[in-house]
Nanobody
Framework: VQLQASGGGLVQAGESLRLSCAVS??????MGWYRQAPGKQRELVAT???????NYADSVKGRFTISRDNRKNTVYLLMDSLKFEDTAVYYC????????????WGHGTLVTVSS
């Protein structure tokens, strides 16, 4: 199983970035993005089911959009109006909550927002 994330980088506040995560070797009923800022715990950013139902953290609602392409087994995160506090390592996640339960993580991609 591999989760290959890409798209991170350095941007200025107010700009946009799009993250991608291609998954191979497993099917993901739920795909998502989490992030971990320096000195903080990993937190949920957004998730999306195979049927397209999405869920967002309050801090990103209205600014971030999660989407997925089931044929490509890829999840995306479009981040608009980025803020300094969005700076973090972003991890993609693939999970199944029914038996057999599993969860897999990507290696993380760094997003740095300069103020």
């Amino acid at each position: 199983v591999q989760l290959q994330a890409s798209g991170g980088g350095l941007v200025q506040a107010g700009e946009s970035l799009r993250l991608s995560c291609a998954v191979s070797g497993i099917t993901c009923p739920i795909m998502g993005w989490y992030r971990q800022a320096p000195g903080k715990q990993r937190e949920l950013v957004a998730t999306i089911s195979s049927g397209g139902t999405s869920n967002y953290a309050d801090s990103v609602k209205g600014r971030f959009t999660i989407s997925r392409d089931n044929r490509k087994n890829t999840v995306y995160l479009l981040m608009d109006s980025l803020k300094f506090e969005d700076t973090a390592v972003y991890y993609c996640n693939c999970k199944r909550q029914l038996t057999p339960v599993y969860t897999y993580w990507g290696h993380g991609t760094l997003v740095t927002v300069s103020s």
